[in-house]
């Protein structure tokens, strides 16, 4: 089976930016996305295809993909940003999530 | 209004089955594969496979093979999942949720709110 490696936790101060990495053999070969979940909610896309951002996403979020890191990257976070982010992608004729990571904002 | 509308919670034993329904609104139910997603309490994302409601051809995680089903009715824009032979590890949300942007790779951007389905004796 195909697995994705996410840090279960990062801390970052507003006016810092942070990154979420995501692991997995070749995965720049794979189209990646990004959700963030918010306690008793749903999971929200904020990312898609490795780098593109849906309708209403801010600026802020951004993402890249290559070798067999995809990274999330959220450049001045605000504290309406924390949540729990996951990536996910296809692997072997299914869909994988990544663990977790954990977004603090202190 | 584009949303996916999930049936409400249940309560099962072990043994049992749960059938999990969401109702597509605002959009043709054909128009979009339909996935289903759970997560466990505490736990993260486990997807538990998808639905072509064109063809009705499925695709399933290979953890859940033999145990889980899932159909579509389209005179009620709706579609449906059933799992069977419950534990108590199948205590979790059952999310549907559906690609309206036709990317590549997944990128769910509509999710249902989620179905609690506890497993106990």
């Known amino acids: 089976s195909y697995d994705l490696t996410q840090p279960p936790s990062v801390s970052v101060s507003p006016g810092q930016t942070a990154i979420i990495t995501c692991s997995g053999h070749?995965?720049?070969?794979?189209?990646v996305s990004w959700y963030v979940q918010k306690p008793g909610q749903s999971p929200a896309l904020v990312i898609y295809?490795?780098?593109k951002r849906p309708s209403g996403i801010p600026e802020r979020f951004s993402g890249s993909n290559s070798g067999n890191t995809a990274t999330l990257t959220i450049s001045g976070p605000q504290a309406l940003d924390e949540g729990d982010y996951y990536c996910?992608?296809?692997?072997?004729?299914?869909?994988?999530f990544g663990g977790g990571t954990k977004l603090t904002v202190l | 209004q584009v949303q996916l509308v999930q049936s409400g919670a249940e309560v099962k034993k072990p043994g049992a089955s749960v059938r999990v329904s969401c109702k597509a609104s605002?959009?043709?139910?054909?128009?979009?594969?339909m996935h289903w997603v759970r997560q466990a309490p505490g736990q993260g994302l486990q997807w538990l496979g998808r639905?072509?409601?064109?063809?009705?051809?499925?695709n399933f995680a290979q953890n859940f093979q033999g145990r889980v089903t899932m159909t579509r009715d389209t005179s009620i824009n709706t579609a449906t999942m059933e799992l069977t032979r419950l534990t108590n590890a199948d205590t979790a949300v059952y999310y549907c949720?559906?690609?309206?942007?036709?990317?590549?790779?997944?990128?769910?951007?509509?999710w249902g709110r989620g179905t609690l389905v506890i497993v106990s004796s």
């Open positions: 949720a559906t690609s309206m942007l036709g990317a590549s790779g997944g990128a769910f951007d509509l």
């Open positions: 639905i072509n409601p064109n063809s009705t051809e499925t």
């Open positions: 605002g959009y043709g139910l054909t128009d979009h594969f």
């Open positions: 295809e490795d780098t």
């Open positions: 996910q992608a296809w692997g072997s004729s299914a869909v994988v």
């Open positions: 070749k995965l720049g070969d794979k189209f």
